[in-house]
């Protein structure tokens, strides 16, 4: 064989094995980029499922209320009735206290200021009722004479008990009971059929 012929077998059998390798290697990265192709497929099919389920809706927090207005409130406190025509309008209603069983009971409105000057009467169950009022026992006998608890007559009645006097019977056929918004006082009379003069000649 000559050197020809030698060089010839060597370069095709060169370009045969390059021809086989470069094959061989295009086929391998072809099933590489196969792979990695299925691979993203598959990924971007799973993300599809998962975003086809919506997820749970986050708990809602409640809303926070903003703060009050003051000018807000002050105009509220405008339009509010007053505590005494709050009290008149309880009383002729009439309030329930489910507290006491659900008896009605009478709501005991606070004195006017343009009524302290005359005293008036007074239930026997409102008696000693309001907070700041001392309680006053009299005692109005057969002769006409009111006197304390000290056996001293009351001189000026008519400024401490008003027309009370004119009213026994009204509650109670031996009291009567009567409320000083000027002294801040509740009287309580009792009538005594025996005269003054002997009650106190008893103690002479």
Not at 50 to 59: D, F, L, Q, S, Y
Request: aromatic share 8%; with cysteine; proline share 5%.
């Amino acid at each position: 064989m000559n050197k020809k012929s030698s060089l010839l077998a060597f370069m095709l059998g060169m370009a045969v094995g390059s021809a086989i390798t470069w094959q061989m290697i295009k086929d391998r990265y072809e099933r590489r980029i196969e792979e990695d192709r299925k691979s993203l497929e598959a990924m971007y099919s799973a993300k599809k499922m998962t975003g086809a389920v919506k997820p749970e809706a986050a708990e809602t927090k409640p809303e926070e209320k903003p703060a009050p207005d003051p000018k807000e409130l002050a105009e509220r406190a405008k339009d509010k009735p007053d505590i005494g025509e709050y009290a008149k309008r309880l009383q002729g209603e009439g309030y329930t206290n489910y507290a006491g069983g659900g008896q009605v009971m009478e709501v005991k409105e606070p004195p006017k200021a343009d009524a302290v000057d005359i005293p008036y009467v007074i239930s026997p169950d409102d008696f000693g009722e309001l907070d700041g009022y001392e309680r006053i026992s009299l005692t109005y006998y057969a002769d006409g004479v009111l006197a304390d608890e000290d056996n001293e007559p009351v001189d000026d009645i008519e400024e401490i008990v008003g027309d009370g006097l004119e009213h026994f019977g009204e509650y109670e056929e031996d009291s009567v009971f009567v409320r000083n918004d000027a002294k801040k006082c509740d009287y309580e009379i009792l009538r005594d059929l025996r005269t003054f003069a002997e009650v106190v000649a008893k103690f002479r």
